[in-house]
Structures are given as C-alpha cells and as structure tokens.
Nanobody, 125 residues
Framework: QVQLVESGGGLVQAGGSLRLSCAASGRTFSSYTMAWFRQAPGKERELVTAISWGGANTYYVDSVKGRFTISRDNAKNTVYLQMKSLKPEDTAVYYC??????????????????WGQGTQVTVSS
C-alpha cells in the first residue's frame, strides 16, 4: 500500500511559477512510475506528466512541454512538478499517482494504482 500526499498548490498570476511536491509512504517508492494528473472543472482528468521509476524516462502532454518539469528523489520518496510560465488554462486540481512497475518506458494510457487527494492550482489572468 502506498499513500501519496501532495502539497504546493495555490494561487498564482499568469506567467508565474509553482512547485508541487508529492510525498509517498512505503519502502518501494523506487519501484513505481510516478505521474501528475489534473482535472479542471467540467473536464476529464488528463495525464500531465510521468517519470519512470529510475527517472530515466519522462512523458509530457503537449500543452505543458517546455513549461513543466517532473523530477523525483527516490531517497526522499518524493516526486516534484516544477511549473513555469503558468497559464489560466493550467487551473485545475493536480493529483499525484503511482503505478507499480519497473519497466522504463511510459505508456500514457496506463491505469495507476494509487492516488493522492489532490491540490488546487489556480492561475489568474
């Protein structure tokens, strides 16, 4: 069982930056592919970015490429999402998710095993 706790959300002006953190419990964090999803009001949840268990591979949805960076620190059981040049359309609840897999590639269609409670990110224009 893995518990995920997100932090770092908040209100920021367009063009600003935020860094989200997701702290995971459990001893096998390094065995999990980690991801950030988001869900805006009235929209479906979408995969924003993911990082393989060792950090070698990442995936980004086109709308955040060049602006968002995912990273992980397996020693701290934490995954990060650095968000820059934020836009109003980035406003959403951001969720951290974990998938128990040691494969190094990332399939954007994967289902994830564990989820955090979410953190709100609001970007004002």
């Amino acid at each position: 069982q893995v518990q995920l706790v997100e932090s770092g959300g908040g209100l920021v002006q367009a063009g600003g930056s935020l860094r989200l953190s997701c702290a995971a419990s459990g001893r096998t964090f390094s065995s999990y592919t980690m991801a950030w999803f988001r869900q805006a009001p009235g929209k479906e949840r979408e995969l924003v970015t993911a990082i393989s268990w060792g950090g070698a591979n990442t995936y980004y949805v086109d709308s955040v490429k060049g602006r968002f960076t995912i990273s992980r620190d397996n020693a701290k059981n934490t995954v990060y999402l650095q968000m820059k040049s934020l836009k109003p359309e980035d406003t959403a609840v951001y969720y951290c998710a974990a998938k128990n897999t040691r494969v190094t590639f990332i399939n954007p269609r994967w289902e994830y095993d564990y989820w955090g409670q979410g953190t709100q990110v609001t970007v004002s224009s």
